[in-house]
């Protein structure tokens, strides 16, 4: 398991997860009303890491913190693959 932050963006287009500066930003087609967006942050990102994911805590707020199913070099190389531009899930 490993535990990292990420930010997301509600209403943000399809479902993208892109790195800049070392932050990991997700984009989510859902709304943050009635916890939409908290359902697909957990759904689509744990269907393109193929892992459990579980929100520790930023129900309410665009940055979170999740628990992954991975270990740190799974999450690493899957950071490597987008940054070398492969689809992100």
């Known amino acids: 398991m490993i535990i990292v932050d990420v930010t997301v963006v509600p209403k943000g ?3 993208s ?10 984009h989510l087609r859902s709304p943050p009303e009635n916890n ?4 697909e942050l957990v759904k689509e990102l744990g269907k393109a890491l193929k892992c459990d994911v579980r929100i520790l805590s930023g129900m309410k707020s665009r940055h979170k913190k999740l628990e992954l199913g991975l270990d740190k070099e799974e999450w690493e190389r899957y950071l ?3 940054s070398r531009g492969s689809p992100c899930g």
């Open 80 to 82: 490597h693959s987008l």
């Open 13 to 15: 287009g399809a479902f």
């Open 36 to 39: 939409k967006a908290n359902i």
């Open 17 to 26: 997860v892109m790195v800049k500066d070392g932050k990991v930003k997700v």
